[in-house]
């Protein structure tokens, strides 16, 4: 990633065709009318669907306030604008490469370290503690929306299996993610492995040695930090509570467009989607933007976990959902990562021109 910053090619292009062409087969093969769809989205109620706009920016600023007030805590100074505006480019790499979360975090290290030099281990403790309350929020949403369903008697068979699995596997995620963050040890053997490795595969010919201490550096930078958190709760719980702040408005956004749209739903069914529809674009399977497996799945979670919910109402819902929780975020953050990369690249230049009229100017060898 260079101060040019990302650049759309034809292969995500291609790739964003193939996510729709499979979204559409979908509604093909299971009969529903498109243009139907069309119609039920040109009847919803305009200012509850606005409501929903409000939400996803709203998500992602409190999801912006909850990592900040982790970075600030570490002495790492950022501004609200800033860290609303690196969240935001986050998002974008997150969309356009087939990396999801793992490239929006890389991102935000990118960013703060090219503004503060020597940051690095304290931003990526920051993330990975800010990663650590998102999947705790995530199994908990997911045991409540579970219970609550299961107690209505509509959840059953390989839907209760396959959501029952989701919540072990995020589980043990959460477990090992936070053990290794107690384990300094277990990093630093993670790093010598990985040298080895690769001075196994260059068989010499990089040189790895400053690399290597880079990288031990960051390590025990990190560690340093993490232990910061562990002694400081009122830091964590500051952090969580903005977290659960912003995912409720992430769970507002699917359920105000169902009300939108004339349509009650219960929230253990939005709870329970939600959160499937986030795991399920953690996995990098390879297709940028997003698109089609979230939607196929929000379609079907939808259509089978409400019982006054038909398949229709259920796709219709989903494109609406998908306009602004993909394509709002996706313009948005393709214009905080423009803007930002642009500002970069004059910077320079600004910095010359202030030098320049900050310099003493003189006439016949005399300072004026």
């Given at each position: 990633m260079g101060s040019s910053g990302y650049r759309i090619t034809w292969k995500t292009i291609i790739l964003l065709a193939v996510g729709i062409g499979a979204f559409l087969l979908y509604l093909f093969l299971f009969k529903v009318d498109i243009f139907a769809i069309i119609d039920k989205a040109r009847g919803m109620d305009l200012s509850l669907y606005l409501l929903a706009l409000s939400c996803v920016v709203l998500d992602t600023f409190f999801f912006a306030m909850a990592w900040r007030s982790l970075l600030n805590f570490l002495a790492v100074r950022l501004s609200i604008i800033k860290s609303f505006l690196y969240v935001w480019y986050g998002v974008f790499m997150d969309i356009v490469i087939p990396a999801e979360s793992i490239s929006g975090e890389i991102s935000r290290v990118y960013l703060v370290t090219r503004e503060q030099n020597g940051a690095q281990g304290?931003?990526?403790?920051?993330?990975?503690?800010?990663?650590?309350?998102?999947?705790?929020?995530?199994?908990?949403?997911?045991?409540?929306?579970?219970?609550l369903l299961l107690v209505r008697g509509q959840l059953y068979g390989i839907v209760l299996t396959l959501l029952l699995f989701l919540v072990v596997a995020t589980s043990v995620g959460l477990i090992l993610l936070f053990s290794l963050c107690l384990r300094e040890k277990w990093t630093l053997k993670l790093i010598d492995g990985a040298m080895k490795f690769a001075a196994f595969v260059s068989r010499g010919r990089w040189k790895l040695t400053s690399i290597k201490e880079e990288a031990l550096k960051a390590a025990r930078m990190f560690h340093d930090s993490i232990k910061e958190y562990m002694r400081s709760p009122k830091t964590i719980i500051t952090s969580f509570c903005l977290s659960m702040i912003s995912w409720i408005f992430a769970v507002g956004v699917a359920y105000l467009v169902f009300l939108s749209l004339g349509v009650q739903i219960q929230l253990s069914v939005v709870l329970v989607t939600t959160t499937i529809v986030v795991?399920?674009?953690?996995?990098?399977?390879?297709?940028?933007?997003?698109?089609?497996?979230?939607?196929?799945?929000?379609?079907?979670?939808?259509?089978?976990?409400?019982?006054?919910?038909?398949?229709q109402t259920a796709a219709t819902a989903t494109v609406l959902i998908r306009i602004l929780t993909l394509w709002l975020r996706f313009f948005i953050g393709f214009a905080a990562q423009q803007w930002l990369e642009i500002r970069t690249i004059r910077q320079p230049s600004l910095k010359l021109g202030r030098a320049s009229l900050e310099k003493p100017k003189s006439v016949s060898g005399h300072i004026l």
């Open positions: 304290k931003v990526v403790a920051s993330l990975v503690a800010h990663r650590l309350m998102g999947m705790a929020i995530n199994v908990a949403s997911l045991f409540i929306g579970i219970f795991a399920v674009k953690s996995i990098p399977i390879g297709i940028p933007f997003e698109v089609g497996l979230p939607e196929i799945t929000m379609s079907t979670l939808f259509g089978l976990l409400s019982p006054n919910i038909t398949l």
